[in-house]
Nanobody, 123 residues
Framework: QVQLVESGGGLVQAGGSLRLSCAAS????????ISWFRQAPGKEREFVAR??????YYADSVKGRFTISSADAGNTVYLQMRSLKPEDTAVYYC??????????????????WGQGTQVTVSS
């Protein structure tokens, strides 16, 4: 069982920055690439970014503004968010344990989720 804990959310003005963290309960990241998703009120959960070994992937809506990285020998994954927009407002979740046969950008394929952290961007 893997427990994921997000932190770093908050309220920021448009154009500002935030860094989210995702910490695992045990050193599992070598086995589980990590993805970030977000869910805005009334909308479906959507893919944001993923780190898998030395490779990173981003949704088109955040490419060039968000950066995913890992530290502490892979025990923590960060999502650095810059040039934030009001449409980035959402609860952000990290996820791990992609089931076989599922695309990483589909939220339904993951075994483990954090509790989420709220990001609010004011205009």
């Amino acid at each position: 069982q893997v427990q994921l804990v997000e932190s770093g959310g908050g309220l920021v003005q448009a154009g500002g920055s935030l860094r989210l963290s995702c910490a695992a309960s045990r050193r599992t990241f070598s086995a589980y690439p990590i993805s970030w998703f977000r869910q805005a009120p009334g909308k479906e959960r959507e893919f944001v970014a993923r780190i898998s070994g030395g490779s990173t992937y981003y949704a088109d809506s955040v490419k060039g503004r968000f950066t995913i990285s890992s530290a502490d020998a892979g025990n923590t994954v960060y999502l650095q968010m810059r040039s934030l927009k009001p449409e980035d407002t959402a609860v952000y979740y990290c996820a791990a344990g992609l089931n076989g046969g599922h695309y990483f950008y589909n939220y339904g394929g993951y075994k483990y989720w954090g509790q989420g952290t709220q990001v609010t961007v004011s205009s």
